[in-house]
C-alpha cells in the first residue's frame, strides 16, 4: 500500500495545478491532505466524483481557514473528526480512519507563531493528540500519523537552525513533544530510511526560498515501533510543485 500526505494550502487553487495529475501517476491507496480552506458548499464536483476514492471531510467553522480530507480506496472501519474538544474540532484539523491493520490520524497540527495564546493552543493540542493516539495504541491497534505537524524535530530538518531557535516551529518546547513521540516508541519513518541533510517539505513563498532549498522538514509520518517493520519505503517528493509543501509518503506491506 502507498500512503501519501500533501499540505496542499487550498484545494480550490491546487485543483487548478496539478492535483489530478498527480494522484493519476502515484496512484495511492490513501491520501491525507491538509489545509483544504474550504467549507462543505464549495466542494469541487470534480474532486465529488473520483470513483476510485471514498472521500471524506473535515471542515473549520471559519471560513477559507484549515480543514483536512482524506482519500481512500479502502473503506475505513470507522471515521472520527472529534478529539474531544470544541476549540480543536472547530478548525477541522483531524480525520481518524480506522482499518483493519491499523489507524491512521490524519493531522492538520497548528502554527504557533502569532502569538503567546497560539503557541499554548497548539501545544495543547499537541498534547490532546498523543492522549488520543496513547488511547487508541493500548487497544493493540498500530498507529499511523500523519500531516503537517508544523515543528521541525532537529538542527537536521531546517535550513537555518541557529537562526530559527527562537522562531515558532523550531521553538524547545514545540521540539519536546516530538521528543516525546520518539521516546514512547513512535518512528519517524522518514529518518528511519534517510538520514540526508537538505530534505525538506515546506518552502517559505518569500526571498526565493523554494529555489534555493532554503526549507523545514515539518511534514511527517511517525508509526508505532512495532509496525515499522511493515514500513518499506519513506520518501519526500521535493521536485511536486502547487503548494509550499510537498507530498511525503510512505509504501507499507500488510
Same mark, same amino acid.
Request: proline share 4%; net charge neutral.
Given at each position: 500500500?502507498?500512503?501519501?500526505?500533501?499540505?496542499?494550502?487550498?484545494?480550490?487553487?491546487?485543483?487548478?495545478?496539478?492535483?489530478?495529475?498527480?494522484?493519476?501517476?502515484?496512484?495511492?491507496?490513501?491520501?491525507?491532505?491538509?489545509?483544504?480552506?474550504? #467549507?462543505?458548499?464549495?466542494? /469541487?464536483?470534480?474532486?465529488?466524483?473520483?470513483?476510485?476514492?471514498?472521500?471524506?471531510?473535515?471542515?473549520?467553522?471559519? %471560513?477559507?481557514?484549515?480543514? &483536512?480530507?482524506?482519500?481512500?480506496?479502502? %473503506?475505513?472501519?470507522?471515521?472520527?473528526?472529534?478529539?474531544?474538544? @470544541?476549540? !480543536?474540532?472547530? =478548525?477541522?484539523? &483531524?480525520?481518524?480512519?480506522?482499518?483493519?491493520?491499523?489507524?491512521?490520524?490524519?493531522?492538520? !497540527?497548528?502554527?504557533?507563531?502569532?502569538?503567546?495564546?497560539?503557541?499554548?493552543?497548539?501545544? @495543547?493540542?499537541? @498534547?490532546?493528540?498523543?492522549?488520543?493516539?496513547?488511547? +487508541?495504541?493500548?487497544?493493540?491497534?498500530?498507529?499511523? +500519523?500523519?500531516?503537517?505537524?508544523?515543528?521541525?524535530? %532537529?538542527?537536521?530538518?531546517?535550513?537555518? /537552525?541557529?537562526?530559527? %531557535?527562537?522562531?515558532?516551529?523550531?521553538? /524547545?518546547?514545540?521540539?519536546?513533544?516530538?521528543?516525546?513521540? &520518539?521516546?514512547?516508541?513512535?518512528?519517524?519513518? !522518514?529518518?528511519?530510511?534517510?538520514?540526508?541533510?537538505? #530534505?525538506?517539505?515546506?518552502?517559505?513563498?518569500?526571498?526565493?526560498?523554494?529555489?534555493?532549498?532554503?526549507?523545514?522538514? +515539518?511534514?511527517?509520518?511517525?508509526?508505532?515501533?512495532?509496525?515499522?517493520?511493515?514500513?518499506?519505503?519513506?520518501?519526500?517528493? #521535493? =521536485?511536486?510543485?502547487?503548494? @509550499?509543501?510537498?507530498?511525503?509518503?510512505? =509504501?507499507?506491506?500488510?
Amino acid at each position: 500500500m502507498k500512503l501519501i500526505s500533501w499540505n496542499i494550502n487550498g484545494l480550490r487553487a491546487i485543483l487548478k495545478k496539478n492535483f489530478f495529475e498527480y494522484l493519476e501517476k502515484e496512484n495511492p491507496d490513501i491520501i491525507g491532505i491538509q489545509e483544504i480552506k474550504l #467549507q462543505e458548499v464549495q466542494i /469541487p464536483e470534480l474532486l465529488e466524483d473520483i470513483s476510485s476514492y471514498h472521500v471524506y471531510w473535515n471542515f473549520a467553522k471559519k %471560513k477559507g481557514y484549515s480543514g &483536512v480530507a482524506l482519500l481512500t480506496k479502502i %473503506k475505513p472501519n470507522s471515521i472520527t473528526y472529534s478529539i474531544g474538544e @470544541d476549540r !480543536f474540532d472547530n =478548525e477541522g484539523r &483531524v480525520i481518524i480512519a480506522d482499518y483493519d491493520e491499523f489507524t491512521l490520524i490524519n493531522c492538520y !497540527f497548528p502554527n504557533g507563531e502569532m502569538s503567546n495564546e497560539r503557541l499554548q493552543y497548539k501545544l @495543547d493540542f499537541n @498534547d490532546k493528540i498523543f492522549e488520543i493516539i496513547s488511547n +487508541i495504541r493500548n487497544t493493540g491497534k498500530n498507529i499511523i +500519523i500523519c500531516g503537517d505537524f508544523n515543528t521541525a524535530h %532537529k538542527p537536521i530538518d531546517l535550513k537555518n /537552525p541557529k537562526e530559527n %531557535k527562537n522562531n515558532s516551529g523550531f521553538l /524547545p518546547i514545540e521540539r519536546l513533544w516530538l521528543d516525546k513521540l &520518539v521516546a514512547n516508541n513512535y518512528i519517524d519513518t !522518514f529518518r528511519y530510511f534517510d538520514k540526508r541533510d537538505n #530534505q525538506y517539505s515546506w518552502w517559505s513563498y518569500r526571498f526565493g526560498a523554494r529555489p534555493r532549498n532554503i526549507g523545514w522538514r +515539518i511534514d511527517y509520518f511517525f508509526v508505532n515501533k512495532s509496525f515499522i517493520v511493515n514500513v518499506k519505503k519513506a520518501f519526500i517528493q #521535493q =521536485e511536486i510543485m502547487g503548494s @509550499d509543501h510537498c507530498p511525503l509518503g510512505i =509504501e507499507i506491506n500488510l
